[in-house]
């Protein structure tokens, strides 16, 4: 629904950031991954993903196009929401989440805090063949 804002900075934090646009402030959510490209920036265009529950409305917010995809992905795994998506690209650069899957590397997965083994094989299972499929990468 929303593919990007773009605007000025009038907040932000390693966890959210608002940006005003047209003269509206959004509050967006974002990862220490994009906060890390985006904390010396005063004017900023961010990929998002709106994300619609009974009880809420959710902006996320991400500064490269890859980010946003893994997102994606992982939030079509089962027993992984928008904030684990979240949590897990905080903790981890989205290259490094998208190799720890094709190589089925548990042990890095499971290093996130809040992501066990279970849910770790779980997304290998769900989300590897995708992965090469979409990086051309061969196994």
Aim: proline letters at 4%; a positive charge.
């Amino acid at each position: 629904m929303i593919a990007y804002v773009k605007g000025e900075i009038t907040y932000k934090n390693p966890a959210e950031i608002i940006v005003e646009a047209g003269g509206i402030g959004y509050r967006i959510h974002i990862s220490l991954y994009t906060y890390t490209r985006i904390e010396k920036l005063e004017r900023v265009k961010l990929l998002t993903y709106f994300h619609v529950k009974e009880d809420s409305q959710t902006l996320y917010g991400f500064a490269e196009p890859m980010e946003r995809g893994l997102f994606i992905h992982l939030i079509s795994v089962s027993g992984i929401g928008p904030n684990t998506a979240r949590l897990i690209l905080s903790s981890m650069d989205p290259e490094d989440v998208r190799s720890a899957v094709i190589a089925e590397n548990v042990k890095s997965l499971t290093a996130v805090k809040g992501l066990g083994p279970k849910t770790a094989k779980r997304m290998i299972v769900e989300l590897k063949d995708k992965l090469i499929k979409e990086s051309g990468d061969s196994q």
